[in-house]
């Protein structure tokens, strides 16, 4: 089956895929905790700024209730104007204060953000590429785009907001109880209402907004797989279903979004019959206490205004708890994924003796009770360039991952060197053993710095002499800024056969002694077909090389040739050697050159 049928049959598959992990709540919160403790001091520092600026900020509204009683006494204009310099030198220092705590809220927030993403990239690519395709690539990628969009927002507006908030309502109900405990009597009449609201609403938003996640990673399957194998969906006319499941995917993710917006509306509601009963409540108990003048008609007005002040940092944490629901959503999984398991490596790994390949009994499925690869054995001696060849859907590119390491094998065993897989850990095998692939990806950024990503203490004349062995010097130093050039994403646009070559490039700075090419030459198209090929063959001289060939101009050349029909290995032998056969190779050559004098 080739890239494009497994694309489609994966889109097509109308089974639940076995998504990555998700944390628990409280494991969540476990993990929250090991990233802040380093930082305590920070924390600390950040919450004492805070607190220092609510206190001072809570002056203002005494301060207030001061001009109030100096008017109802009608005292002299000029009377006002020590209150009104304190006003100003409040707000000033308040100002300030506010400032720094929030930096430093902030900077917490952002550094404990940026280990978390740096624990999950580091255990998403060590991912088994099983569990990621059982997955489905949509799932990883709206972990790794929207959710952690949504915590750095949530760390860079709703964090600092929400510890800001907190402050001032535990602060200005205190200020409350000083003025007069009637004052915060009347006051908490509204908490009943706002807890219950709080309450109803984290039961609903939790499980809303964890099924908002899943629907959009769903969604992003179902585009990615209708995309990535849109020319078999044409070919088998298959696009009227397959616009239905992303139509399905589609308007589940909008009734999922539809949810939650309704469940906000009806938050904000129940909110302000909270407000309107508490503000009512202190006016009822101002009026009563300075009728029976227990209070000045300036401290009740500080207590109205205490009360409104709360207005803001209530519904502020109120309704922050909508971001942290979906940012606790969204952390949830991205702990999930941060907490697997890199892979194991041996204490005492094994050391290959050489650069062969031994394969023996190897047998693979992807589903149980369908294997796609039976029994095979292999030996690839060192230095041996060997060409692997066959029908779509014969099994090479099963095989080349398998010794890749990409793939564990169900059963039989894979040698390097006469060290088995497990003996020698995932680290020495990638030391050891290469892939590429057709499927090339240029990162962004200048043509050196992608270049030194396989090769990171490369100097200049290492990244030229790799090029130049690959025919590529030429066009590189031809860029508009040469090796400096920004290729990528926003950047020059290369070509197919110049993103191959440095992929092959690439190889070269890697140095592996074994490589394995998974028709790494097939998007060069049929012009600069035959100069690639002598670019792959330059870049596995001298190592020993499994070459998936997509043209059998590649295999012939090739030192031997083993022809693969349903999983198995069905010929092996020269190029001469199988002709003269008149078995399968013979006749995939002669179909395969009819094909070339037609097309001439």
């Known amino acids: 089956m080739t890239d494009g049928q497994d694309t489609a049959a994966a889109a097509a598959d109308g089974e639940e895929r076995e998504l990555l992990p998700v944390a628990t709540a409280a494991r969540t919160r476990a993990a929250v905790r090991e990233l802040l403790r380093p ?44 209150t009104v ?109 706002q807890v219950h609201t709080a309450r109803w609403y984290l039961r609903g938003a939790v499980p809303v907004y964890a099924e908002q996640r899943v629907a959009s990673g769903a969604q992003q399957q179902q585009l990615l797989g209708t995309i990535g194998g849109s020319s078999t969906v044409r070919a088998l006319g298959l696009e009227k279903d397959h616009a239905e499941r992303v139509a399905r995917r589609s308007w589940t993710a909008v009734e999922v979004t539809m949810r939650g917006v309704r469940l906000v509306l009806s938050f904000y509601c129940r909110l302000h019959i909270g407000e309107f009963i508490g503000l009512a409540a202190v006016l009822a108990a101002g009026f009563w206490l300075v009728r029976e003048g227990s209070a000045s008609l300036g401290t009740a007005t500080a207590a109205a205004l205490y009360f409104h002040s709360l207005f803001t940092p209530v519904n502020a944490a109120l309704v922050l708890l909508d971001d942290a629901q979906k940012a606790t959503a969204g952390l949830s999984r991205l702990v999930g994924v941060a907490d697997l398991p890199l892979p194991a490596q041996p204490e005492r790994p094994a050391t290959p003796r050489d650069a062969s390949v031994t394969v023996t009994g190897l047998g693979h499925s992807y589903e149980p009770g369908h294997p796609v690869l039976h029994d095979i054995d292999l030996t690839l001696h060192p230095g041996e360039r060997v060409a692997l060849v066959g029908a779509s859907g014969a099994g090479k590119t099963t095989l080349a991952k398998l010794i890749a390491g990409i793939h564990r094998p169900a059963t039989g065993t894979i040698r390097l060197g006469g060290a088995d897989l497990d003996a020698l850990g995932p680290a020495a095998v990638r030391r050891t053993v290469a892939l590429v692939t057709q499927e090339v990806h240029v990162f962004a950024g200048p043509l050196a710095d992608d270049l030194r990503l396989a090769g990171p203490d490369a100097t200049d004349a290492e990244l030229r002499d790799a090029l130049d062995r690959v025919d590529a010097l030429g066009w590189a130093e031809a860029l508009p800024d040469g090796l400096d050039t920004v290729v990528g994403e926003g950047g020059h646009r290369l070509t197919s056969a110049q993103t191959q070559a440095l992929a092959l490039a690439r190889l070269i700075l890697t140095d592996p002694p074994v490589a394995v090419l998974d028709e790494a030459t097939a998007e060069a198209g049929s012009t600069g077909a035959r100069a690639l090929e002598k670019a792959a063959a330059r870049a596995v001289d001298g190592r020993t090389a499994l070459v998936v060939a997509h043209r059998l101009t590649q295999a012939a050349t090739a030192d031997r040739i083993v022809v693969m029909d349903a999983g198995r ?12 056969a008149g078995g399968r190779y013979a006749a995939l050559w002669e179909a395969w050159s009819d094909t070339r004098a037609a097309g001439s």
Do not use: K, M
């Not at 001061?66 to 109802?72: F, P, S, T």
């Not at 290995?569 to 199988?578: A, F, K, P, S």
């Open 39 to 82: 930082y305590r001091a920070l924390a600390w520092g950040g919450f004492a700024a805070v607190v220092v600026a609510t206190a001072i900020g809570l002056l203002t509204q005494p301060l207030l209730g001061r001009i109030v009683d100096l008017a109802a006494d009608r005292a002299p204009a000029g009377a006002i104007t020590t």
């Open 569 to 580: 290995i069905v010929e092996t032998g020269t190029h001469d050697e199988l002709r003269a």
């Open 85 to 193: 310099v304190l006003l100003v030198a409040v707000a000033v220092t308040q100002g300030v204060t506010t400032g720094l705590g929030l930096s430093l809220v902030s900077r917490l927030g952002e550094t404990v953000l940026a280990r978390l993403r740096e624990r999950f990239v580091e255990r998403a690519l060590g991912l088994p590429l099983e569990q990621v395709e059982r997955a489905g690539s949509g799932d990883l990628t709206v972990r790794v785009t929207g959710d952690v969009s949504l915590i750095a927002g949530a760390v860079r507006n709703a964090l600092p907001e929400l510890a800001r908030s907190l402050v001032a309502i535990v602060l200005t109900l205190g200020a409350l109880a000083v003025l007069d405990w009637r004052f915060l009597l009347a006051a908490l009449l509204a908490v009943p209402v």
